[in-house]
């Protein structure tokens, strides 16, 4: 009997580790801020599945959409450029696809070169820290995927970077989003983000807006997934 009572407690302490990770991570993704990539950087995560370098997606109606958009706009630094570039950022980032150290997508081509790598580390510490029981729950097919954006407001505002202390001007997108109809999106237990705000900094020599932060809110109600605890099933004990 003590055992079984020793078994039980672990189990639940566990499972409370299990969830006040989820709402540290979670919470991570809600407050942002540039220097969030670098500290989780440091983290010791489980890697996600990776991918051959040579990634091969099937892009969503929303993805086609946005890619061709950005491909035919030409960049002046007009701050109006980043309502469509924050919708392709929405829809790569938050749309979700096997991830490798060399893909393309999940708004990688938005990010200034020199720090993709830390976003990419980032990424798998917060969206995709649990995309292997993601695909185990749902399958491939069944994670979601952005269906319809909607810009709110863009705005002129100061950012720091807390790597430089450096503080230039920069300009914020505030933004709407759902999902695609899926197992996952269904799922009453979950909850995806569909809110946000992009900063975006233009760089004058590469003629290029840089993707620098973004934050996503929640409502009160944290993501607990069921499908990803499991039940130990004891052996009754003579």
């Known amino acids: ?61 929303k993805l086609t959409e946005t890619q061709a958009a950005v491909k035919s706009q030409r960049i002046v630094g007009d701050y109006q450029e980043l309502e469509l570039l924050t919708t392709d950022a929405v829809a790569q980032i938050f749309t979700y696809m096997p991830l490798s150290p060399e893909t393309q997508f999940h708004g990688t081509g938005h990010i200034i070169p020199e720090r993709r790598q830390d976003y990419l580390e980032f990424l798998k510490t917060t969206l995709y820290f649990y995309y292997k029981d993601l695909v185990t729950a749902y399958g491939e097919d069944g994670l979601p995927v952005v269906a319809n954006i909607e810009i709110v407001d863009t705005f002129e505002d100061d950012f720091t970077d807390e790597m430089t202390d450096e503080t230039v001007t920069a300009y914020k997108v505030a933004v709407n989003w759902d999902y695609e109809e899926s197992p996952a999106t269904i799922d009453s237990e979950q909850e995806w983000p569909n809110t946000g705000t992009f900063t975006w900094i233009y760089n004058e020599e590469q003629n290029t807006w840089f993707l620098v932060d973004f934050t996503t809110e929640h409502d009160d109600t944290l993501a607990v997934i069921d499908a990803f605890t499991t039940t130990d099933v004891e052996t009754p004990t003579e």
Request: aromatic content about 4%; proline content about 3%.
């Open 1 to 61: 009997m003590a055992n079984r009572q020793e078994r039980k407690q672990a189990r639940k302490q566990k499972k409370g580790l299990r969830v006040l990770l989820i709402i540290l991570i979670f919470a991570v993704i809600a407050i942002g801020g540039g220097g969030t990539v670098f500290l989780l950087n440091t983290l010791n995560t489980e890697t996600p599945t990776q991918t051959p370098e040579q990634i091969s997606v099937s892009l969503s109606t």
